[in-house]
């Protein structure tokens, strides 16, 4: 299967500071690539969808300003959690689809505490 | 928008026995209902999936079936093992667009 690539894996930050995580289509080219929050033994709960080259679409309720996401190529997207706070603890994972592909592959994770 | 419901929330079953897990959607053109295995910490697998146009696919011990009319699908697993013990999430969407999450079904196979 394809495999998608997400680093950190783990990040630990102080309040106020800025986090980005790092999402890579390793073997396919990404048209589509999802971000979510998954609070523990909770569902996936999706963050924004983003298309390369256009801007994300948020979910209701999701602060763009806070969750910045870019998909500058066909094979990288990047969410940066800006001035974090413990609130913002979580572990975020994102998924990427391919061109003519329904099939959705899921990076690892990152786990980020902020204290 | 599309609507999915994931029961039971916890299952519980012996090794050998079977496990089935059901979901219901609510969008009449959703077309694509995937099946994800989470681990602890770990990414959601895709394990088996199927479209509206089938009503059954099977894959070893896995199988999913779907009734388009009353919009349900069910994930069957035969010959259970410890490492089928997992929380599994069932998905629909109208193939290229969001994917739907159920809330999960965390599965438990005792040895």
């Known amino acids: 299967g394809a495999v998608v690539s997400q680093h950190p894996s783990r990040v630990i930050c102080k309040s106020g500071t800025s986090v980005k995580i790092e999402c890579r289509s390793l073997?396919?080219?990404?048209?589509?690539m999802f971000w979510y929050r998954q609070f523990p033994k909770q569902s996936l709960m999706l963050m924004a969808t983003?298309?390369?080259?256009?801007?994300?679409?948020?979910e209701q309720g999701v602060e763009k300003d806070k969750f910045l996401i870019n998909h500058a190529s066909l094979t990288l997207s990047t969410l940066t959690v800006t001035s974090a706070h413990p609130e913002d603890s979580s572990f975020y994972i994102c998924?990427?689809?391919?061109?003519?592909?329904?099939?959705?592959?899921f990076g690892s994770g990152t786990q980020l505490s902020v204290l | 928008g599309e609507n999915v419901e994931q029961h039971p929330s916890t299952l519980s079953v012996q090794e050998g026995d079977s496990a089935v897990i059901k979901c219901t959607y609510s969008?009449?053109?959703?077309?694509?209902f995937p099946w994800y295995k989470q681990e602890l910490g770990k990414r959601p697998q895709l394990i088996i999936d199927?479209?509206?146009?089938?009503g059954e696919k099977k894959d070893q011990r896995i199988a999913v079936t779907l009734n388009k009319t009353a919009k349900h699908f069910s994930l069957h697993i035969t010959e259970t093992q410890p490492e089928d013990s997992a929380v599994y999430f069932c998905?629909?969407?109208?193939?290229?667009?969001?994917?739907?999450f159920g809330k999960g079904t965390m599965l438990l196979v005792s040895p």
């Open positions: 998924s990427a689809r391919g061109k003519g592909n329904e099939k959705l592959f």
């Open positions: 073997d396919f080219q990404a048209t589509t």
């Open positions: 983003s298309n390369e080259g256009s801007k994300a679409t948020y």
């Open positions: 969008d009449s053109a959703s077309n694509y």
């Open positions: 199927i479209r509206s146009n089938v």
């Open positions: 998905a629909g969407g109208s193939g290229y667009s969001t994917l739907t």
